[in-house]
């Protein structure tokens, strides 16, 4: 239900453990070139980027099967365990990139085409207050790039999370409703004619009815669609898709912030995160595993993946080491290395966890970064920079 800089985090902060870092015994250089040290010191600097009162926890995955860990913090306030080294946490917009494969496997069987429209697959769901639907294809909704108004920037939703959040953390508004709320807003812009320059404007709303469509194209409901294409396929035994059911079933770190009086307020359990553009649980090792079979070839023909890292500019993360920007493809961030060549990722920014999960083009070594509140919300641009520059040390390491 959250992407990036949305109305959650803005809304979240008005609610508003410590540990040494470690390695596993045993840990080696995943590849070559970066070391356990160079992880920890990294994964120190994301931790002060984050207020330093957050748990964090990363892993590296090379080539073969070296792994690299490192972690901070406890399982959350009043524990005295350590952050597990292999956390279930709610993705939030990762969904978007297991989404988006999906609606490109479909594509490859000829159950739909990117360039087909909303109004096609949806009649009359968008539509009213200048929208429509039959201005705006897959592609559009995948790459951000319909202008469609975000439904978690919608004044009730944002009052939901900062007034009530304790009466509504079981809410399970089904995705059409959640896109009538979007319905009620004019558009930010509506897309050119097809094969015309795109603007890109980041909505949640977008991946709602992606799903949507992919439901009908696939015959199945979503969630049923990432289970059996890729969860069984790649054996990603901690990945799962709770929907309505608020709790985590695996090793996992309570989420808290602190509330207005100063009391704790716990996050850990909620349902608002349930749909297609947030609703995927896993874990850093599932997450290294399903972007390395994403940029390997193992899910996508060539053709679907090679149109996945089509990008239009964005402008809502901080410029990386490399010192230019990058792109945004089909649920799919490309970012420029320093040592050359790019990396890709999809950031996920939910109710106090945040996810950064990358992988090298060839899909030889992927990184992912997990970070818990205990006590507030973190400054979400001192955490990318933090990130990026441990992502850019451990991908452009020596092979």
């Known amino acids: 239900m959250t992407g990036k800089r949305t109305a959650v985090v803005a809304c979240m902060a008005a609610l508003m453990a410590c540990g040494a870092g470690e390695v596993p015994a045993g840990a080696h250089t995943a590849g070559g070139g970066y070391s356990v040290g160079e992880l920890r010191r990294d994964l ?20 073969g099967g070296a792994v690299l860990r490192a972690r901070y913090g406890t399982a959350g ?47 009359g769901v968008v539509r009213g207050h200048g929208n429509d639907g039959a201005r705006i294809t897959v592609r559009d909704l995948l790459q951000h790039t319909s202008g469609i108004y975000d439904y978690v920037t919608d004044p009730a939703v944002q009052d939901k999370l900062l007034n009530h ?10 995705p059409s409703e959640l896109v009538a709320i979007a319905m009620r807003h ?7 004619p097809n ?33 059996h294409r890729i969860i069984a396929p790649l054996g990603l035994r901690h990945t799962y898709i ?18 207005p009086a100063g009391e704790p307020v716990d996050l850990t359990e909620e349902s608002l995160q349930h749909t297609a553009d947030s609703g995927v ?79 090298g083009a060839d899909g030889r070594r992927a990184v992912t970064v997990s970070v818990t509140s205990t006590t507030a919300l973190v400054n979400e641009d001192r955490l990318n920079k933090a990130v990026q520059t441990l992502t850019d040390h451990a991908l452009c390491a020596r092979r």
């Open 195 to 227: 094969g015309s320059p795109r603007r890109w404007a980041y909505s949640n709303t977008n991946y709602l009815l992606a799903a949507m469509i992919a439901e009908k194209a696939g015959g199945v409901g979503w969630r049923e669609l990432v289970e």
């Open 44 to 63: 120190a600097a994301v931790r002060a980027a984050g207020g330093g009162d957050v748990n964090v926890v990363a892993r590296v995955d090379g080539a």
């Open 242 to 259: 709770p929907g309505e059911n608020p709790y985590l079933i695996g090793p996992h770190e309570r989420v808290t912030i602190d509330g």
């Open 281 to 359: 649980v896993s874990t850093p090792s599932d997450l290294d595993t399903f972007f390395r079979a994403l940029a390997d070839g193992r899910l996508l023909p060539a053709t679907q993946w090679a149109l996945m890292r089509r990008t239009v500019p964005y402008d809502d993360l901080p410029v990386p080491p490399a010192g230019q920007q990058g792109g945004y493809g089909l649920g799919l961030r490309v970012v420029p290395l320093t040592c050359g060549g790019v990396y890709y990722m999809h950031e996920g920014d939910g109710l106090g966890v945040y996810g950064r999960p990358a992988v």
């Open 165 to 174: 959040f304790d009466e509504n953390r079981y809410d399970s508004t089904p």
């Open 186 to 192: 004019a558009p930010l812009f509506v897309p050119p």
């Open 77 to 123: 306030v009043g524990s005295t365990a350590p952050v597990p080294w292999d956390p279930e946490f709610r993705v939030a917009s990762t969904s978007k990139t297991f989404t988006a494969v999906v609606v490109l496997q479909l594509a490859a069987e000829g159950r739909l085409s990117l360039d087909d429209t909303v109004e096609r697959w949806l009649p």
